[in-house]
């Protein structure tokens, strides 16, 4: 991850020979001092800071000549990009006591910038957490506190801070992520991908998610369908052996409907259709349409089968088939009965067809409900969360 450029300024210092006039400067002081501002003024800070130089020998300085000179030798050297000279007067200038209570977090924000750019991190930490200290809702303070944890290599303090970040950047979940690949903690690296790809839905993540997911150990080879629907429609799909295996897919649980809109949208990409492999492409596209045909003329007898022999499983396929086909009243309505049953084979992955299918039916609070209440372990709640990202992705 790369820094994120921290570039507090130094606050001016603001003064001129009135602005201490009101107490009294010596002027062995008070000449190199002018002299100083002067030069800073003018853009010639190293001049400025050797001129302020020459103060450093007088002794019994008060409260008030030492706070004006390293105030003055703050703005210069952080200008000049004298990183230590710059801290040093920062922490006197914030620990003088003379500070306004506006100008305070200020120099203690640009303190810590500056501790950041000279990669002391241990010390940027200090002062970064004690801008925090007095404003806990300084979002770029919060930031640069976890990039410094990241870079000094204190991956668990980065990552406890990440996790705790509401509405947090895409930047931050890739650090997170990266973090937690470092401490191996998979469970925790999937969570963070799946936020990642609910609220920036790139093919990369959803690419490296539906990977995960499928090679989970447990997971049910039956619900490889589900796999590719979403693929579908991440546009990870590319290959005509990826259309050409769904669409088959599609097929063997007698969805028909389906399995020709994958087949045409292979067709519209150009992974169907053309090259060596374009004959059997439409012999498979043949196949849907005749059996969209011969399910239409059987459904009514199967439906009655189904029923009568309570099969649950074949209702499921039938309703989401319908769904597909656009008959969405019909299919949701099998559906329902095939989750009141609860005979399934794999009960979850019913409810996950059923909350599909209601999504896909645009009955977008349904769905949400129903895959809420996909459980397992077999990847079905896992898809089921994938598709309530879907569903909820920004637009």
Do not use: C
């Not at 410094?148 to 950047?169: F, H, N, P």
């Not at 794999?346 to 809420?372: D, S, V, Y």
């Amino acid at each position: 991850m790369a820094a994120i450029g921290f570039t507090a300024a130094a606050p001016m210092v603001g003064l001129s020979s009135v602005a201490y006039a009101a107490e009294a400067v010596r002027a062995e002081i008070g000449k190199p001092l002018q002299e100083a501002q002067k030069l800073a003024a003018a853009g010639k800070n190293k001049e400025a800071l050797a001129k302020l130089r020459e103060t450093d020998s007088v002794g019994g300085k008060t409260a008030n000549e030492s706070y004006i000179i390293e105030r003055t030798r703050a703005s210069a050297a952080a200008a000049a990009g004298d990183n230590d000279a710059a801290a040093k007067a920062f922490e006197a200038v914030i620990n003088s006591g003379k500070l306004s209570a506006a100008e305070q977090p200020k120099f203690t924000q640009a303190l810590a910038g500056i501790y950041y750019r000279a990669k002391d991190y241990p010390k940027a930490i200090t002062w970064i957490q004690r801008a925090l200290k007095d404003n806990p809702n300084d979002g770029q303070m919060h930031e640069l506190l976890i990039q410094t944890y990241y870079i000094s290599g204190k991956y668990a303090e980065a990552a406890k801070e990440l996790q705790g970040t509401k509405g947090a950047s895409e930047q931050s979940l890739q650090m997170l992520a990266n973090i937690q690949l470092k401490q191996n903690d998979k469970a925790g690296y999937v969570q963070t991908l799946e936020k990642l790809a609910g609220s920036y839905p790139k093919t990369s993540y959803w690419a490296d998610l539906l990977n995960r997911v499928s090679g989970k150990p447990g997971f049910s080879s039956a619900l490889s369908l589900d796999v590719l629907r979403l693929r579908l429609v991440n546009g990870l799909l590319t290959k005509p052996a990826e259309y050409m295996e769904m669409s088959q897919l599609a097929l063997q649980v007698q969805n028909p409907a389906e399995a020709m809109k994958i087949i045409d949208q292979g067709y519209k990409k150009g992974a169907l259709g053309t090259g060596a492999d374009a004959a059997r492409h439409q012999r498979l596209k043949d196949l849907a349409v005749k059996t969209q045909t011969e399910f239409d003329a059987k459904q009514a007898a199967l439906e009655a089968e189904a029923v009568k022999n309570k099969d649950a499983d074949a209702l499921a396929n039938m309703g989401f088939a319908l769904v597909s086909a656009g008959k969405n009243d019909k299919g949701l309505g099998l559906l329902d009965q095939a989750v009141k049953l609860g005979t399934g084979k794999n009960p979850e992955a019913i409810k996950l067809h059923q909350g599909i299918a209601q999504a896909q039916a645009g009955k977008k609070a349904a769905a949400l409900t129903t895959l809420k209440s996909v459980k397992g372990t077999d990847g079905a709640a896992d898809l089921a969360r994938y598709w309530t990202l879907n569903i909820n992705r920004p637009m």
